[in-house]
């Protein structure tokens, strides 16, 4: 064992370090290797690579020119595939977020930015289409040269229905309880989905949804376009998280007069697509406390909306 610790001790020395001694087992030295190796920490290896049949892996890159005639380099992280590469730069998501910056209201429109670079980090499939996409974007002022903030996570557009029972003189709103790993909870939510595909059907996409977490039919003819009310200087979308993700947000409004037996079978009802990982529990809650009910920024949202144009007499006379 101190003669295994001697030999490691010898090559980190020489700056080399065999692969075998990376193979570690009981019995032939192996724990005296390990222990070596923890007490090594801050001592600097150095990989070479070898020589022989060995090769250098392809660097994944190509240079995409803008309508503008302006071109950028767009390159794969280490460890990205050449097909998930060709996936991510052919994706819907990649295309509409040159879209986005190349817009009349868009970062390169007016010139004062130009993209330098894009490193595509990783996707993500659902199926045989791409969910999410990340990618870390240069994007640099034109006169000074200075960096903006620019890591991606694209997701694209999508949908969310703010949906109001009135029964027996009082208003219900319909949430749904979800598992949100990443913030580590249970959230209570608008019913929401991601649009599938470039110039989806959102009404579409909004009724759809609805029916596979709330489990009823909506007619689409009673659906109101919330966003669709904001300055056209917006776009009419809403975006939750425009500091790292392209995600925007339509919102709808759906109202609808109902007996008292819709409300007590919506409430606690389990829903969702068990083989999409969707697990969802139907809430149905006095409307005039969901504000207070929820931290969910689609819902938030909504009821801004909502009351505005309420407000400012906007919305259609409801026939539901």
């Not at 930015?113 to 289409?129: A, K, P, S, T």
């Not at 974007?137 to 694209?154: C, Q, R």
């Not at 009310?229 to 609808?256: I, K, M, Q, W």
């Amino acid at each position: 064992m101190a003669a295994c610790g001697r030999l490691l001790l010898s090559v980190i020395a020489l700056g080399r370090l065999p692969c075998n001694l990376l193979d570690l087992h009981p019995g032939n030295g192996g724990f005296a290797a390990a222990n070596t190796l923890r007490h090594l920490r801050g001592v600097k290896f150095v990989s070479r690579m070898a020589s022989g049949d060995s090769q250098a892996p392809v660097s994944l890159k190509q240079t995409m020119q803008l309508p503008t005639g302006d071109s950028f380099e767009v390159a794969a992280a280490s460890g990205l595939s050449e097909s998930e590469f060709r996936i991510a730069i052919d994706s819907t998501l990649f295309k509409q977020w040159l879209k986005n910056m190349q817009s009349k209201r868009g970062i390169l429109s007016d010139g004062n930015m130009h993209l330098r670079r894009v490193e595509v980090q990783g996707i993500d499939m659902f199926g045989d289409r791409i969910g999410f996409l990340k990618f870390r974007a240069e994007v640099l002022d034109s006169l000074t040269g200075v960096k903006a903030p620019g890591i991606v996570f694209a997701r694209g557009p999508s949908v969310a229905v703010l949906i109001l029972l009135e029964s027996v003189g009082k208003t219900y709103a319909v949430l749904t309880e979800q598992v949100r790993v990443p913030v580590g909870r249970l959230i209570l939510e608008l019913p929401a989905g991601m649009v599938d595909d470039e110039g989806g059907d959102l009404v579409g996409t909004a009724v759809r949804e609805v029916e596979e977490e709330i489990g009823i039919s909506l007619n689409v003819r009673d659906m109101v376009n919330l966003t669709a009310f904001l300055d056209s200087a917006t776009d009419c979308r809403v975006f939750p998280s425009p500091g790292g993700c392209d995600e925007e947000l339509n919102l709808f409004l759906y109202r609808a007069h109902v007996n008292e037996e819709i409300i007590r079978s919506l409430q606690g009802k389990e829903m969702g697509l068990r083989d999409h990982g969707e697990l969802i529990k139907v809430h149905v809650v006095p409307y005039d406390e969901l504000w207070r009910m929820t931290a969910d920024a689609k819902a938030l949202a909504s009821i801004a909306i909502y009351e505005m144009a309420k407000r400012d007499g906007l919305l259609p006379q409801s026939s539901a």
